[in-house]
């Protein structure tokens, strides 16, 4: 013995490590296949209308109908239920393809899919997911997942809606507000409670089809951004849902929702994410033939290290991002991850975005530019699925436990 390790305690360890599950950021053939395949929808379909769909505050139903073709709203889920099969970093590569060109689809792929389709896929039932699952995956309604309401947003514990059970039905009333994809009127997950002095364990999840008697759009909201997404204010008065709709088991729709927001997360994280770097491709390019003084400004030291921060923080999403996803695909706990990459995704696209208009200068503020569309959708990503400050208590928590 000299101290070192034996060849077979060396062998052992090395079987070890190779048996482990190592993440890889290496993107494999066929997410390669799509995410050039999504480049050119997005290229051909999206991009030459995105301008339109802001200024005309809605996304046209023919190319919600092309993306269901192309099985953009069923991305992760399996072929059985009418999903694509694919895998997390597909889907986000998806929404983050999407949003380059307009955070409004990007949006409406990601509420659709990881607040609607993934409760009903993870907590249902065979037959609700038999049931409720093909519509959506395919494109035939739009789900939302309406939780936010007037005087509660960031604390869901404080839920005011109600339910009571009238034999085989439920009876919900209360009202909802900043439900994304709210007014395509769809299919929802609603989250109620039927005792509030329970506050968060008294909170049950349902799906509910949003074109049920007693569901009254009060207004779709006029937004400083992502003017192209339905974010809608309801009433529930007295709209009566069949009991086998309640999602998972009664109590435990507070638990349900943040699962639901943890995965949710990654996908605004990814909308974020395609954001920036929307706003910096067109900046590299707008600096390469933008002149003063003679030169391109490219050349200049002050716009390089702008361009080399814009980059620094959009790589540094993208392998959060990853990360979460990966985690998500091996069914590994995902919390902390989730959080870190819509904290610094979110972040990252309102800086990026604020330093591609600096860049563009006085162009950057007008709408031709685009960048000026961009800076506007980006805030948003900070607020909704968890604030900034709501994230950070999450990643506390995590730290601390």
């Known amino acids: 013995m000299n101290g070192g390790v034996c060849p077979e305690a060396q062998?052992?360890?090395?079987?070890?490590?190779?048996?482990?599950?190592?993440i890889n950021f290496e993107l494999t053939h066929d997410q390669k296949v799509l995410q050039s395949a999504v480049r050119d929808?997005?290229?051909?379909e999206i991009k030459p209308i995105a301008a339109k769909i802001d200024e005309e505050h809605r996304i046209?139903?023919?190319?919600?109908?092309?993306?269901?073709?192309?099985?953009?709203?069923?991305?992760?889920?399996?072929?059985?239920?009418?999903?694509?099969?694919?895998?997390?970093?597909?889907?986000?590569?998806?929404?983050?393809?999407?949003?380059?060109?307009?955070?409004?689809t990007g949006v409406l792929v990601s509420a659709h899919t990881s607040l609607c389709c993934?409760?009903?896929?993870?907590?249902?039932?065979?037959?609700?997911?038999?049931?409720?699952?093909?519509?959506?995956?395919?494109?035939?309604?739009?789900?939302?997942?309406?939780?936010?309401?007037?005087?509660?947003?960031?604390?869901?514990?404080?839920?005011?809606?109600?339910?009571?059970?009238?034999?085989?039905?439920?009876?919900?009333?209360?009202?909802?507000?900043?439900?994304?994809?709210?007014?395509?009127?769809?299919?929802?997950?609603?989250?109620a409670s039927f005792d509030r002095s329970l506050k968060h364990k008294g909170i049950s999840a349902f799906i509910v089809d949003l074109q049920s008697s007693g569901v009254i759009i009060l207004?779709?909201?006029?937004?400083?951004?992502?003017?192209?997404?339905?974010?809608?204010?309801?009433?529930?008065?007295?709209v009566r849902v069949p009991l086998k709709n309640l999602l998972g088991q009664e109590g435990k729709g507070f638990n349900i929702a943040m699962d639901t927001l943890d995965g949710g997360r990654i996908g605004i994280a990814s909308q974020a994410l395609g954001i920036a770097e929307g706003a910096f491709e067109r900046s590299v390019a707008y600096s390469k033939e933008r002149k003063q003084f003679g030169q391109t400004i490219s050349s200049f030291q002050a716009i390089q290290f702008k361009l080399a921060d814009m980059y620094?923080?959009?790589?540094t999403s993208k392998l959060l991002i990853y990360k979460a996803t990966w985690l998500k695909d091996h069914k590994k706990k995902f919390s902390l991850e989730s959080a870190l990459?819509?904290?610094?995704?979110?972040?990252?696209?309102?800086?990026?975005?604020?330093e591609a208009m600096q860049i563009h200068g006085g162009y950057g503020y007008i709408a031709d530019y685009e960048i000026e569309r961009m800076y506007r959708d980006a805030k948003i990503t900070?607020?909704?699925?968890?604030?900034?400050?709501?994230?950070?208590?999450?990643?506390?928590?995590?730290?601390?436990?």
């Open 11 to 22: 062998g052992r360890i090395q079987r070890k490590i190779n048996r482990r599950e190592r």
């Open 41 to 44: 929808f997005v290229e051909n």
């Open 60 to 104: 046209p139903d023919e190319l919600v109908a092309y993306m269901s073709e192309m099985g953009f709203l069923g991305s992760y889920f399996p072929e059985e239920y009418g999903g694509a099969g694919l895998d997390m970093m597909s889907y986000a590569i998806l929404v983050e393809e999407i949003s380059k060109a307009c955070a409004s």
């Open 118 to 191: 993934n409760p009903i896929y993870a907590y249902g039932t065979e037959e609700q997911k038999k049931q409720w699952l093909p519509d959506l995956l395919t494109g035939k309604k739009i789900g939302c997942f309406l939780l936010t309401e007037p005087e509660a947003g960031s604390d869901a514990g404080g839920t005011a809606t109600t339910y009571r059970i009238e034999g085989d039905e439920v009876v919900i009333n209360g009202a909802k507000n900043f439900i994304t994809n709210g007014g395509y009127l769809g299919t929802g997950i609603v989250l």
């Open 219 to 238: 207004k779709n909201e006029n937004k400083m951004g992502i003017c192209g997404s339905y974010t809608t204010a309801f009433a529930l008065d007295n």
């Open 312 to 315: 620094a923080r959009i790589e």
């Open 341 to 354: 990459c819509k904290l610094h995704a979110s972040e990252t696209a309102t800086f990026v975005t604020k």
């Open 382 to 401: 900070e607020i909704y699925e968890g604030t900034s400050e709501v994230q950070r208590i999450v990643i506390a928590k995590q730290l601390l436990s």
